[in-house]
């Protein structure tokens, strides 16, 4: 069924519960995981007169993304561990972890996503926007929502 399936992930219980049931949906088919981190970018704020404000050195931003990184890659190892599925790594930066997702999906060729959504709602959902609603909108692959 499944050759390789892409498993999104923040490091988040929910997120690796969609890594759970990835393992599980490997196991049974045969297929590869991979678990894909999207880091954010460095940020940069354009102030008046059109000079550049930076909230930290890139020195110190990149440090901070290489800790959640490695953060996120503990956690998923463990639980890959635990469910006795060999899981490849990959870690991105991204603007937009979606368009990450997508592209990932397509260079890996993943044949499904395995993704996990907070379920917001109202305004919570139109603020903070949904990662996996975009995946769901752009993406051409299956994708199985995990709550």
Same mark, same amino acid.
């Given at each position: 069924? *499944?050759?390789?399936?892409? $498993? ?17 949906? %490997? ?11 999207? %880091?954010? &970018? *460095? ?24 800790k959640?990184?490695? =953060? ?14 060999? $899981? +490849? *790594?990959?870690?991105v930066? %991204?603007? +937009? ?6 592209? &990932?999906?397509? =260079?890996k060729?993943?044949?499904?996503? $395995?993704? %996990?959504?907070?379920?917001? =709602?109202?305004?919570?959902a ?5 990662? &996996? &609603? ?14």
């Amino acid at each position: 069924m *499944f050759k390789h399936i892409l $498993v999104p992930t923040d490091g988040s219980k929910l997120s690796l519960k969609a890594l759970d049931l990835a393992a599980e949906l %490997a196991t049974s088919t045969g297929a590869k995981v991979s678990a894909l981190y999207v %880091a954010p &970018t *460095f940020p940069t704020m354009i102030g008046g007169d059109g000079y550049m404000v930076t909230p930290m050195s890139v020195k110190d931003w990149d440090l901070s993304i290489a800790k959640s990184t490695a =953060r996120v890659r503990e956690l998923v190892e463990k639980r890959a561990k635990a469910k006795s599925v060999a $899981v +490849q *790594f990959l870690s991105v930066a %991204a603007d +937009q972890p979606h368009m990450a997702i997508i592209d &990932t999906a397509k =260079r890996k060729k993943c044949d499904v996503v $395995v993704m %996990a959504s907070h379920g917001r =709602r109202g305004l919570s959902a139109l603020l903070m926007g949904s990662e &996996t &609603t975009k995946v769901l909108t752009h993406c051409k692959l299956p994708v199985l929502v995990c709550r």
